[in-house]
């Protein structure tokens, strides 16, 4: 899934890239560009950028920062790590105020350690501690609506709620050849079992040059903090 986002991201850069161009060798008239820009009412609104604030991820490093001092943890020498949360985001302006589009969001994790007091033994006779490492990957795939307050403003403000299907895929691993034997058993498919969420967001789109815009949002959704930049077409 992380190779989808890419591909995404790098044909957003192909898009305002493809527009900077086309701005630039065919620059029209000045007064006529404006006129046209606040005339048109339906145009389309591609966005890409990263997220920060995650409340799993600020869960999982507040008990990663716990277990050193807790004397019943059972995960020591523990660890979380992250990759960059990424959104993609398509939108269409129905009216002058409203918006719908569809917004796509990955978060992926990971938790690993040293099972307390577990050992095996491997081929060498040699007693080995039992590591365990959870990943768990998250994509959503939400239809949002946008209601802008200053649709012809140079910086836009808009409020948006979203809902769709969030898929979850979990796996854990181990060193140890009983855990991976066990590890069927733990229930892992149904916890992967796809899920419905969504989102509800305030947000701002600053114009940076002709139809390029940064964007940032703030809310309930996979990252509190959201941040990229727009291309209009």
């Known amino acids: 899934m992380k190779k989808y ?16 161009l086309a701005q630039a060798v065919n620059p029209g008239d000045g007064v006529g560009n404006a006129k046209q820009e606040t005339g048109s009412q339906n145009f389309l609104t591609v ?3 990263f997220g920060n604030g995650n409340l799993l ?3 999982l490093k507040a008990l ?3 277990m050193p001092s807790s004397g019943n943890a059972q995960l020591i020498n523990a660890g979380v790590s992250r990759s960059p949360l990424t959104f993609f985001k ?4 129905i009216k002058p105020k409203h918006s719908l589009g569809l917004n796509f969001a990955h978060s992926d994790f990971s938790i690993h350690g040293d099972v307390k007091d577990s050992f095996f033994y491997n081929d060498f006779g040699i007693p080995i501690q039992t590591n365990l490492n959870v990943h768990y990957l998250s994509t959503s795939c939400n239809l949002r609506y946008n209601y802008f307050f200053n649709p012809e403003a140079k910086v836009k ?6 809902i769709g299907i969030r898929g979850n895929r979990i ?6 050849p ?11 498919s149904l916890a992967s079992v796809p899920s419905v969420g969504g989102d509800f967001t305030l947000g701002f789109r600053g114009n940076i040059y002709k139809s390029l815009m940064l964007f940032g949002e703030v809310g309930a959704a996979k990252a509190l903090f959201q941040a990229g930049i727009a291309c209009q077409f």
């Open 5 to 20: 986002f890419s591909i995404c991201l790098f044909a957003l850069g192909g898009l305002i890239s493809n527009q900077i």
């Open 47 to 49: 966005a890409g950028g």
């Open 57 to 59: 991820y600020v869960g």
């Open 64 to 66: 990663e920062n716990a």
């Open 90 to 93: 398509v939108e269409y302006r």
């Open 157 to 162: 403000c808009y409020i948006g709620a979203s």
């Open 171 to 176: 796996s854990v691993s181990s060193n140890n």
């Open 178 to 188: 009983l855990f991976k034997k066990n590890i069927a058993n733990v229930g892992l």
